[in-house]
């Protein structure tokens, strides 16, 4: 199977888990977090979205296509979650994933894998394409995990 394929099949199940648990998320548990913690649902959904924005669409198309408030709110180097004010809603959010995500599967859909085990040409640097769409999905996998338990844990106190 080539690279490109299953690469697309990675993306749309860590995508797709990522999308259902946002579904199955009331929205008044968007927000909340357990007490000594800030990270929710809403910020781990928008970090799944900005992750992806920089290490799969910027290395393919050299821009960013998320809002530009989104690197502050959800990126690496932004304010903490308990510093922010205005949150996306979850209808936004899952707009912007499942737009990102299709997206996303027409700019990997193309590539061959000499593409994929090539440095991205928006970038430079020395590691291939298909390393960046790796570790940004491993990345959505993680905290998708942690969407999860926060999802579980609202649940069990309602």
């Keep these: 199977m080539p690279a490109a394929d299953t690469l697309l099949i990675l993306l ?8 259902k648990i946002l579904e199955a998320t009331r929205d008044e548990w968007m927000l909340w977090a357990p007490p ?12 799944c979205a900005w992750v992806t924005d920089v290490l799969i669409t910027n290395p393919i198309t050299g821009k960013e296509e998320l809002p530009p408030t989104w690197a502050q709110t959800f990126g690496q180097h932004g304010s903490p979650p308990g510093m922010t004010k205005t949150w996306p809603s ?9 737009d990102q995500h299709v997206r996303q599967r027409l700019l990997l859909s193309p590539p061959t894998d000499e593409q994929l085990l090539s440095p991205p040409r928006a970038w ?4 291939p394409l298909a390393y960046y769409v790796t570790h940004a ?12 338990l926060l999802l579980k844990m609202c649940r069990a106190t309602s």
Excluded: C, F
């Design 12 to 19: 749309d199940e860590v995508r797709g888990k990522t999308l």
């Design 124 to 127: 430079g640097g020395s590691r």
């Design 36 to 47: 000594g913690t800030q990270n929710h649902i809403a910020w781990h959904a928008g970090h």
């Design 90 to 98: 979850r209808p936004e959010l899952l707009g912007a994933l499942r």
């Design 137 to 148: 999905l491993h990345d959505e996998a993680n905290h998708q995990g942690e969407m999860y």
